[in-house]
């Protein structure tokens, strides 16, 4: 079976990658998944979107991920506006989701979701969090987070 891979397969290939695969494998666990699509001629033109998307994401090299930690560390404020109880609790909890989303509307870089690492793993309280980013497996860079309560 000839399938498209739209995420990295670990012993497969990564995002955008043309595959052969058995048919069990690609039925079974990468189609239902979402992890590939079947390889069609309109689905192959798509593999240049793919592979464009993922290469926007990526940081490329210790002189970017210098940068992008320069930029993420001089951002003044970066806040998140959350529902809260009388108490202060949170209703649910912060995402890293939630984290790179506030990092993008305060005006820093794009960051993917999957590079944030939140203290004790989540946040279920209003205040400010030390919130690290890993953009290159040599470089972190730390943020500021302040949780509000939203009016």
């Known amino acids: 079976m000839k399938l498209i891979l739209t995420a990295a397969v670990e012993n497969l290939g990564e ?3 043309i595959v052969v695969v058995k048919d069990g494998y690609g039925r079974n666990y990468l189609l239902p998944r979402g992890l590939a699509i079947k390889a069609t001629r309109g689905a192959e033109k798509q593999v240049e979107g793919i592979r464009r998307a ?3 994401r990526e940081v490329r090299g210790l002189e970017h991920a210098n940068e992008l930690k320069q930029a993420l560390e001089g951002l003044a404020a970066v806040s998140l506006d959350v529902k809260t109880h009388d108490s202060g609790k949170l209703f649910g909890s912060v995402t890293a989701a939630d984290v790179a989303g506030a990092i993008k509307t305060a ?3 794009v960051v993917d979701k999957r590079n944030v690492v939140l203290p004790k793993g989540h946040i ?4 400010s969090y ?3 980013v890993t ?3 040599q470089v972190e860079a730390t943020v ?5 309560a939203a009016s």
């Not at 279920?124 to 205040?127: D, L, N, R, S």
């Not at 500021?144 to 509000?148: E, I, K, P, R, S």
């Open 15 to 17: 995002a955008g990658d």
């Open 54 to 56: 993922q290469e926007a």
């Open 107 to 109: 005006g820093g870089p």
């Open 124 to 127: 279920k309280a209003t205040g």
């Open 130 to 132: 030390p919130v690290t």
């Open 135 to 137: 953009l290159h497996p």
């Open 144 to 148: 500021q987070l302040a949780v509000v």
